[in-house]
């Protein structure tokens, strides 16, 4: 037990015999320390023990006086010196002391002392500590003080001005930032000896000839606290070349005292005292984790082979005992490659076992785990076909879906084929699966073959649809050379084309500079196209048309103006690199000058619809065709894209859904939502409240 436990155990007691002695053993041991002395002085007063409690602060006090430990001595007065100091000599006492701390800045001393007041007049009141507080402040910095200043870096303190209360300080890159001592606390970090960034300053080729584990303990052992992965970069900046520091980086922490926390970009790094320490914290750390955070600690635990073997005989306890399945499945997957005589029969009989193994496989999160257990099942299963079949439109990943599709072609083309034609009638079911298609359609002619009009269609018009967010990069990526679309666009029929042209100019979510690639492929295989060049009228509703002139008369005339009024006042706030709301207006007039561009452009194509001119006897823009199944009627009406309400049954005629009505007639079979539906009746529309 240590002192300063045996002294809280004698005050519990109220042992005071022994108390006094703990008290002198501790004040031998540790007599800096002051948090103990101070808590056993508190409960003496609540003991009714003042006199004893002053007694022994005063022994503490000579202990400190006789040591020359002027600075604890100091922080003793401050805290405890009514306690124990007679009234009238706190000012003299402590004037002592602080001649004593600061003897050695002579002069300094003398100017601060006068700037904060303390030289004058013996004031016991609370403001003395003040005035103690600021003198501190005031003498904390040296000319040669070595500092790390916020934001800036390593320098040291060139001119100090007690008059004025602000110093100079000379940093690598710049000389003389001058700082006010009030701001010196915040800004400021005295570096002592030793600690790495200091000697980095003084002594940068001793650190540079390290090895890469010995400079990380410097730098580590320098601060009190865990460093991230991007300070520990910013530290050894200059002290190992930029290039290699993933090599560097790799080597240094693979040194068993290195400790982790915390995951991703919150990991932070510190040195532990010894490598038992390390496998001790490590350990701690270990068992109190959940499932996931004990496999990362396995993952990090391989440098140490007495604790990764530990770790391992804990997760294989836990997998032969738990009752959860998914969490066995997981656990013998990750030892896999440290017990491939345990492990892979384990995985092979919970797949075997399992009735519907789905749920199994779609606990693992990582796609590797997923490819092996995929790779297990064929040879667990007998039905893994029937496995892989289900599990086909619930994967994202592309290269699983490689695996899986593979196998599927492997145990028959027909089971392959119902999913890719699954894909085709409903790929915003499935769009990382339609991503995953969209992509090998590039290079496998068997995805393209006789579908690359629905193909390119349903691509155009995924890149613009929330439902495929996650995937629009993927998507994105087909329309560039070597891609899927240009690989389509090679093989459309003259037809196709004129309509294909309509569609990237339409589609939504592309820039100029993915759509006139495209266009200009088309123009350079279809010559025709030329006589198509001119822009498709955009059919609306009357009262949609008149809305979007509204709007646009709105924006000319109102919103604009405003806009450039607030542009002008923001600029006249001053430095338009910091100014928010100049940024804010800036933006605000790009966003309000393209939306009037385009409703402009829009408008000029603008052709509002006459219900009573329009032919009814097959689906067309301005019909509204009822379709039905064995189960249920649908009824969808066709119109422009300013009235699309989905939910009201109006969709658009630049629609994949509206591409696929339209020329049909009653009597016609077409697929809706993956279901078989014939027209049943057609008519022209009823003029709706538009929809924006």
């Not at 003991?47 to 100091?74: N, Y």
Request: with cysteine.
């Amino acid at each position: 037990m240590s002192d300063s436990e045996q002294l809280k155990l004698a005050l519990q007691r109220q042992d005071y015999e022994q108390l006094e002695e703990e008290w002198l053993a501790l004040a031998v041991e540790s007599p800096t320390d002051l948090r103990p002395f101070l808590e056993a002085a508190d409960v003496l007063g609540r003991q009714g023990q003042e006199e004893r409690a002053s007694a022994l602060l005063e022994l503490l006090d000579q202990t400190l006086r006789e040591q020359s430990l002027w600075g604890p001595r100091l922080d003793l007065l401050q805290l405890a010196g009514r306690r124990f100091i007679q009234t009238g000599r706190i000012h003299e006492t402590v004037m002592e002391t602080i001649e004593a701390l600061y003897m050695p800045r002579g002069d300094d001393l003398a100017v601060a002392l006068a700037a904060v007041g303390l030289d004058k007049g013996r004031d016991e009141t609370p403001k003395i500590w003040d005035k103690v507080d600021r003198l501190r402040n005031l003498l904390t910095y040296e000319v040669g003080t070595v500092v790390l200043m916020t934001g800036k870096g390593v320098g040291r303190v060139s001119e100090i001005n007690l008059t004025l209360q602000t110093l100079k300080v000379d940093l690598e890159q710049q000389s003389g930032v001058a700082v006010g001592f009030r701001a010196a606390g915040k800004m400021l970090e005295i570096l002592p000896p030793g600690h790495l960034l200091r000697r980095k300053l003084e002594e940068p080729e001793a650190l540079a000839d390290l090895d890469p584990p010995e400079l990380l303990q410097r730098l580590l052992t320098s601060y009190d606290r865990p460093l991230s992965a991007s300070e520990i970069r910013d530290s050894v900046s200059g002290l190992i070349d930029p290039k290699p520091w993933a090599s560097w980086w790799a080597a240094a922490r693979k040194h068993p005292q290195v400790l982790a926390e915390g995951k991703g970009a919150r990991q932070s790094y510190s040195w532990a005292e010894s490598d038992q320490h390390a496998r001790d914290v490590s350990w701690t750390g270990f068992e109190s984790a959940d499932l996931a955070g004990q496999l990362d600690a396995l993952r990090k635990a391989q440098r140490d082979p007495e604790l990764s073997a530990q770790m391992t005989d804990w997760l294989v306890r836990r997998a032969e005992t738990t009752r959860d399945d998914s969490e066995a499945l997981l656990i013998w997957l990750s030892l896999e490659r440290a017990l491939p005589e345990r492990a892979t029969p384990a995985v092979k009989q919970l797949l075997a076992e399992s009735a519907d193994p789905q749920p199994l496989l779609a606990s693992l999160d990582q796609r590797a785990q997923r490819e092996r257990a995929y790779a297990l099942a064929r040879e667990a299963r007998a039905c893994w076909a029937d496995d892989y079949e289900r599990r086909f439109p619930q994967e994202v990943d592309p290269r699983a879906l490689d695996a899986l599709a593979a196998g599927l072609e492997e145990a028959g083309g027909e089971r392959l084929a119902r999913q890719i034609d699954s894909i085709y009638a409903q790929p915003n079911k499935v769009p990382a699966v339609f991503a995953w298609l969209a992509e090998r359609a590039a290079d496998d002619s068997s995805l393209r073959g006789g579908r690359q009009a629905k193909l390119l269609r349903q691509i155009l018009f995924a890149i613009g649809e929330q439902a495929y967010a996650e995937v629009r990069l993927r998507l994105l990526a087909q329309l560039e050379t070597g891609g899927t679309v240009p690989r389509l666009l090679g093989e459309l029929t003259e037809a196709e084309a004129v309509e294909a042209h309509g569609l990237i100019q339409r589609a939504r979510g592309l820039e100029d500079y993915h759509r006139e690639p495209l266009l200009n492929a088309l123009r350079i295989r279809f010559s025709s196209l030329d006589h198509h060049r001119a822009e498709q009228p955009l059919y609306t509703t009357a009262e949609s048309l008149e809305r979007k002139r509204r709007e646009l008369r709105s924006l000319l005339e109102e919103d604009i103006p405003a806009n450039r009024r607030a542009i002008e006042e923001a600029r006249a706030m001053g430095d338009l690199r910091e100014n928010f709301e100049y940024k804010a207006a800036r933006q605000r007039h790009e966003y309000l000058s393209a939306r009037a561009g385009e409703l402009h452009g829009q408008l000029a194509r603008a052709k509002a619809l006459d219900p009573g001119a329009i032919d009814p006897t097959e689906i067309r823009i301005g019909t509204t065709a009822r379709l039905r199944d064995s189960d249920r009627a649908t009824v969808i009406t066709i119109l422009g894209p300013w009235e699309t309400a989905p939910d009201r049954g109006i969709v658009s005629y630049e629609s994949e859904l509206g591409q696929q009505l339209l020329g049909r007639r009653v009597g016609d079979k077409v697929t809706v939502a993956g279901k078989e539906m014939v027209v049943d009746s057609i008519e022209r529309f009823a003029e709706p409240g538009a929809a924006s």
